[in-house]
């Protein structure tokens, strides 16, 4: 049995002196995209900072049989991990195609600036324009296609279609169908269930920093405790 492309066991992270995960242990195969939901504040995005080494984090995480815990986020994406924040961190006063340039690697496999812009057409289009005169929905495909031309193996992504107009969130949601059908492992963090469901090969809960459940979509739906304590707003 081949051995999971990221692999986390007992992972412990904190903000500060605030304590945010709990021993999480979760894995992605090479390939897989796994869906990562749970209401605000459960560590999500906590988990995805703590795997980029953005956060103090103790426990063992391995990408590719490697340890990554301690090491700098700049070698962590080197290795092949890339991360697109809810945020987008964009650079605004750079044009499209500068900004893609910053993510480009000398030896880009898979995704080379011209795919990135065949993948996102308006990107192509609006290829000299300031990033920060972007739509937010553009400004998210910009921080994606930045992301990609980096070559990752895996793909951390934290609710990407917050904030997006129905018809871009569809847009943006065939994008990353045509990814996993290349072959790009994905972390995909996000509450709307049909996007994840149109996505993921399974869906991981958190809640508390922890992770509460991990299995196929059909299983939570038909797990009512978790669906309940979990993730129902009421």
């Known amino acids: 049995m081949s051995l999971p492309l990221l692999d986390i ?26 869906a990562l939901s749970g209401r605000n504040g459960s560590g999500r995005s906590t988990l995805a900072k703590a795997i980029m080494g953005l956060v103090r984090a103790e426990g063992s995480m391995r990408f590719l049989g490697r340890a990554i815990v301690g090491m700098r986020p700049f070698r962590i994406a080197r290795l092949g991990v890339g991360y697109v924040p809810e945020q987008r961190d964009i650079f605004p006063t750079l044009t499209v195609r500068e900004n893609l340039m910053l993510g480009e690697r000398s030896r880009t496999v898979r995704f080379t600036l011209d795919d990135a812009m065949s993948l996102f057409p308006v990107l192509s289009e609006r290829a000299s324009v300031s990033a920060g005169a972007l739509s937010g929905g553009e400004q998210q495909m910009l921080a994606l296609a930045r992301t990609l ?49 149109a996505l993921a090969n399974r869906v991981a809960v958190m809640g508390h920093g922890a992770i509460v459940f991990d299995g196929s979509f059909d299983a939570l739906a038909n797990d009512a405790r978790i669906m309940n304590d979990w993730l129902s707003i009421g």
């Open 9 to 34: 066991e007992g992972l412990h992270a904190w903000y500060g002196a605030s304590h945010v995960l709990h021993g999480v242990t979760l894995s992605i195969a090479d390939g897989e995209v796994l």
């Open 149 to 197: 031309v980096g070559d990752p193996r895996l793909v951390i992504i934290d609710e990407p279609a917050e904030g997006l107009a129905p018809q871009v969130v569809t847009q943006l949601t065939e994008c990353l169908a045509t990814l996993k059908q290349r072959g790009v492992a994905m972390l995909l963090i996000e509450q709307r269930m049909t996007i994840a469901r």
